[in-house]
């Protein structure tokens, strides 16, 4: 069945749309699932999830190229399945499994695939940001037409790392998309609390580089605003932008929410991207309500069949504890 | 044909220049290495020859300069990054310490990070607290880095060259006073492994393993008691500290019965202990005759008034009356 072109802003296919729209569904799912067996004791350690947050990190690497550099952060399930990484050895990694991306050695925080242009999760705040840096210092001395898609948060913001990079990649005129998500909160540090400059898309005026703060949770706004900064990083150097966003869930697994009210918690969930997304696309008749919800069962049914790779899986056998402390 | 003598800095320059004729993909960065030359004039000429994107001044901004060849690293290139004094990594340490060294382990081995962060470390130049520590224990406690101290003009240039064909991360720390001292260096291509110690002094009655700027002092000690006491002293050199050349200590120890270690650094948690328990653990401790001596740098910053100075870490002096101690 052949669609006609969604009307509006940004010009996507109709195969585009739903890879969008099943990546955010994916990232969703897998965080619920994930959360699921934090709460019955079933993998250990913690993590991170941007339940609400799935909108900044698909629209933006939804406007990559086939061969561009992406650093996710410690809240990265949502980068790592937009970039386009199998569910499988996501879920595997998640429990711990020899068949995970990192073998079962990294967990959520350190999920990589620099085959495919997937620089890591970092258990760091802001500690990405000088590699997705260097990422773009290697494609300039290589020639190429390349972009690097570096994702922080708001925390990130006040590192050193942030400063020295961003400074570093404007003097070297690198391509590198600096994103951060502002989910109005570290851990439980307020932006605001953080930093006197509201509009943190400001600090881009210290580096002589653009910036531009957007509505985070507009799927279409990030495609379209990362799809210019590609343009210019390519030709001009680094590029700001700050999507506003909010996560739904705590910090990490355990979180009270002592620094945030229920209602701002209900404010923003009106901004929900995802049922905004489906609201886009049925309201203009690209899908129909039959046709999103057969989507949204195969991403059940696709995260399903990750937890049952995941399960199934080996864990790693004891001489892989010294194993690749070294190359070669 | 009698053997070319080159200085300590010379001979890392040609390293470096070789390496880059050969390997297009080795580039060097730095702050004010370029037109300047460096803080101790070790890359005079290379931006002539090679142009300022290979040779590539960089703003002062140790952990966006550590982090980016780390980031260059994995995506494709060989950087080699000189930190202006070795004092100055900290500023980068997470980058090092927590990135670069980690990537490929808790990737599950799905990276490689060949750089190199060369850095000149020691005292004795009148620079006090801030520009004169040997800190070579605090990186060979991080997993994952290769850690490599040169004595000689000879092993400079060929484990810089091993070090920088090398896979992993390696902190090559270089040695301010040695920088203008001259010494054997052939003209031919030539590489030292990054595992293998060196015998710099044969001998029967005691085995002292040292390096850096200590194993011309020790050489001299040790001439000096041969001549006066027929000692024979064997200097032992293990060159790369991490990963260490232990049976080549070892089997020193097995021959003399004796051993004591001599670093610049402070002792407290210093790599003498290392060492000690090395020999303590192996079939050496069986042949010892006396209890393993250490002599290090006291547990005090380097201070600035130049007696102060030259009495913080070992000296001539008290070399020689810790192996009298041992030997007579």
New interface residues.
């Given amino acids: 069945m052949t669609k006609e072109k969604r009307a509006g802003k940004p010009d996507l296919s109709v195969d585009k749309l739903q890879d969008m729209y099943i990546k955010m569904l994916y990232t969703r799912k897998f965080e619920e699932k994930v959360a699921y067996f934090f709460s019955r004791g079933m993998v250990h350690g913690t993590t991170h999830l941007c339940i609400g947050q799935e909108a900044s990190a698909i629209g933006a690497i939804a406007a990559l190229e086939e061969g561009d550099w992406m650093a996710a952060t410690h809240r990265g399930h949502g980068h790592t399945i937009g970039k386009g990484l199998d569910l499988k050895p996501m879920m595997a990694e998640l429990l711990g499994k020899s068949t995970g991306f990192c073998r079962g050695k990294g967990g959520s925080m350190h999920i990589a695939d620099i085959t495919k242009g997937h620089l890591g999760a970092n258990g760091i705040v802001g500690g990405g940001i000088p590699i997705a840096t260097g990422a773009g210092l290697s494609v300039k001395l290589r020639g190429e037409e390349k972009a690097v898609l570096c994702f922080f948060g708001d925390g990130a913001i006040n590192q050193g790392t942030f400063h020295e990079s961003l400074n570093m990649a404007s003097v070297w005129n690198l391509p590198v998309i600096y994103l951060c998500e502002n989910n109005q909160y570290g851990m439980s540090m307020s932006q605001k609390r953080a930093t006197n400059v509201d509009d943190l898309s400001l600090r881009a005026h210290s580096y002589g580089i653009p910036g531009v703060r957007i509505d985070g949770n507009d799927i279409f706004t990030v495609y379209e605003t990362v799809k210019t900064a590609r343009e210019h990083v390519l030709k001009q150097g680094p590029y700001l932008i700050i999507a506003e966003t909010y996560r739904f869930m705590g910090h990490s697994k355990s979180d009270a929410n002592k620094y945030r009210t229920k209602d701002e918690i209900n404010q923003w969930k009106e901004k929900d991207p995802i049922p905004r997304m489906r609201r886009y696309l049925e309201e203009r008749k690209i899908f129909s309500a039959a046709e999103l919800d057969a989507i949204e069962q195969k991403a059940t049914a696709d995260i399903e069949e990750a937890v049952e790779y995941a399960r199934t899986s080996p864990d790693p056998v004891p001489e892989d504890l010294i194993n690749d402390v070294y190359a070669g | 044909m009698s053997e070319r003598e080159i200085t300590y800095a010379d001979a890392i320059r040609e390293a470096m220049s070789e390496e880059m004729r050969r390997d297009p993909s080795v580039?060097f960065m730095g702050e004010d290495i370029g037109v300047y030359g460096g803080a101790f004039g070790v890359s005079v000429g290379m931006i002539e020859e090679f142009g300022p994107?290979?040779v590539?001044d960089?703003?002062i901004?140790e952990?966006?300069i550590?982090?980016?060849?780390?980031?260059?690293?994995?995506?494709?290139?060989r950087?080699i990054a000189e930190i202006q004094f070795s004092d100055f990594i900290g500023i980068g340490i997470?980058?090092l310490g927590?990135?670069a060294a980690k990537?490929?382990?808790?990737?599950?081995?799905?990276?490689?990070?060949?750089m190199v962060v060369r850095a000149p470390a020691g005292s004795g130049t009148g620079a006090a607290a801030q520009h004169s520590q040997s800190q070579e224990a605090w990186y060979c406690h991080i997993?994952?880095l290769?850690v490599v101290t040169p004595s000689t003009p000879y092993d400079a240039k060929g484990l810089l060259k091993a070090a920088i064909r090398?896979?992993?991360p390696v902190v090559f720390l270089e040695q301010k006073l040695l920088y203008r001292k001259k010494g054997p260096v052939p003209e031919g291509e030539y590489t030292i492994p990054l595992s293998k110690g060196d015998i710099k002094r044969e001998g029967k009655d005691l085995t002292i393993v040292t390096w850096g700027r200590m194993v011309p002092m020790v050489l001299d000690v040790a001439e000096k008691l041969a001549a006066e006491r027929n000692y024979s002293i064997e200097v032992v050199d293990p060159r790369t500290l991490m990963?260490l050349d232990a049976q080549l200590i070892i089997d020193s120890v097995i021959k003399t019965g004796r051993a004591m270690v001599v670093h610049e650094a402070v002792k407290t948690g210093g790599y003498a202990g290392e060492i000690i328990a090395t020999i303590c653990d192996s079939e050496a401790f069986f042949y010892l005759d006396a209890p393993v001596r250490r002599l290090a740098g006291l547990d005090v910053p380097i201070p600035y008034n130049p007696e102060l100075e030259r009495n913080a870490v070992p000296t001539p002096e008290t070399i020689e009356k810790n192996i009298l101690d041992l030997l007579d």
């Fill in positions: 580039f994107e290979r590539r960089t703003p901004s952990a966006a550590i982090g980016a060849a780390a980031g260059a690293a994995a995506t494709g290139t950087p997470d980058q927590n990135q990537m490929r382990y808790m990737f599950g081995g799905h990276a490689t990070v060949p997993p994952g290769k090398d896979d992993n990963p």
